[in-house]
C-alpha cells in the first residue's frame, strides 16, 4: 500500500487567494483525520471523519475553513480565503477501526503539506 | 482534562548512550498512550502504544515505554541510540471528549544524536 497521500507537498500563496489540500486516504480505512502543526501550537486536530460523515470539527479555527469527503478514497480541506497566519503543515491521517474505536487504533500519517501564506 | 506533558523539549545525546524521553500524563480514567516519532519533513510514525494490556510496551527500532499509573508517566527509552534516531518524539494520549475518541498531542522532545 502506498500509505496516505497528501498533495499538494508544498504551497505557497498570496493571502485572499483559496487554497485546498488534499488527501487520499489507505484503502479500507474508515476514519480520516485533519491536523495543523505550527512552532507555537503544535500538532492540532481540526476536524476528523468516519465513513466519509464529519464527526468532530471543533479544531475548525474559524468558517474560513471547511472540509469534505466526498468518498472513502478522498478528501479535501479547504481554506478561502487564506491568511499569512495560516502557514503550517498540514497533515492527513487515516485509521481502521479494528476495535475500540480511536482509543486504541493507530493513525497513519500522510507527508504533510506545507502551506504558506505570502 | 486530559493532556500530557513532554518534559523536555530537547534531548541530546552521543551515539551508543542510552536514551530517556520523558512523558506525564493527566487523565481522569484508564488511558491509551502513544509515542509518535517525525524525522524532519515527514508524516508521524507510530512508535508504540500502550491500550492496559502489559505496563512494559516494546516498539520498533528497540524502543520502549514503560507506563507507571502511580507516576502517570509513560517514559520513552532506547538502551543505545543511533545516528537515525533523530528526529522529533511526540507522546499522545487517547480522550474522550464529545462522545468520541480523539488523540491529544504533546508539544514534542527533539532528539539528537551526536557521534
Known amino acids: 500500500d502506498a500509505g496516505v497521500i497528501q498533495s499538494p507537498r508544498h504551497e505557497v500563496t498570496e493571502m485572499g487567494q483559496e487554497v485546498t489540500l488534499r488527501c487520499k486516504p489507505i484503502?479500507?480505512?474508515?476514519?480520516l483525520f485533519w491536523y495543523r502543526q505550527t512552532m507555537m501550537r503544535g500538532l492540532e486536530l481540526l476536524i476528523y471523519f468516519n465513513n466519509n460523515v464529519p464527526i468532530d470539527d471543533s479544531g475548525m479555527p474559524e468558517d474560513r475553513f471547511s472540509a469534505k469527503m466526498p468518498n472513502a478514497s478522498f478528501s479535501t480541506l479547504k481554506i478561502q480565503p487564506s491568511e499569512p497566519r495560516d502557514s503550517a503543515v498540514y497533515f492527513c491521517?487515516?485509521?481502521?477501526?479494528?476495535?475500540?474505536?480511536?482509543?486504541?487504533?493507530?493513525?497513519?500519517f500522510g507527508p504533510g503539506t506545507r502551506l504558506t501564506v505570502l | 482534562a486530559q493532556s500530557v506533558t513532554q518534559l523536555d523539549s530537547h534531548v541530546s545525546v552521543s551515539e551508543g548512550t542510552p536514551v530517556l524521553l520523558r512523558c506525564n500524563y493527566s487523565s481522569s480514567y484508564s488511558p491509551s498512550l502513544f509515542w509518535y516519532v517525525q524525522h524532519p519533513n515527514k508524516g508521524l510514525q507510530l512508535l508504540l502504544k500502550y491500550t492496559s494490556a502489559a505496563t512494559l510496551v516494546k516498539g520498533i527500532n528497540g524502543f520502549e515505554a514503560e507506563f507507571k499509573k502511580s507516576e502517570t508517566s509513560f517514559h520513552l527509552t532506547k538502551p543505545s541510540a543511533h545516528m537515525s534516531d533523530a528526529a522529533e518524539y511526540f507522546c499522545?494520549?487517547?480522550?474522550?471528549?464529545?462522545?468520541?475518541?480523539?488523540?491529544?498531542f504533546g508539544a514534542g522532545t527533539r532528539l539528537a544524536v551526536h557521534p
Open positions: 491521517a487515516s485509521s481502521l477501526d479494528r476495535a475500540g474505536g480511536l482509543k486504541y487504533n493507530e493513525q497513519f
Open positions: 484503502s479500507g480505512h474508515d476514519y
Open positions: 499522545v494520549v487517547s480522550v474522550f471528549s464529545g462522545g468520541y475518541n480523539k488523540l491529544i
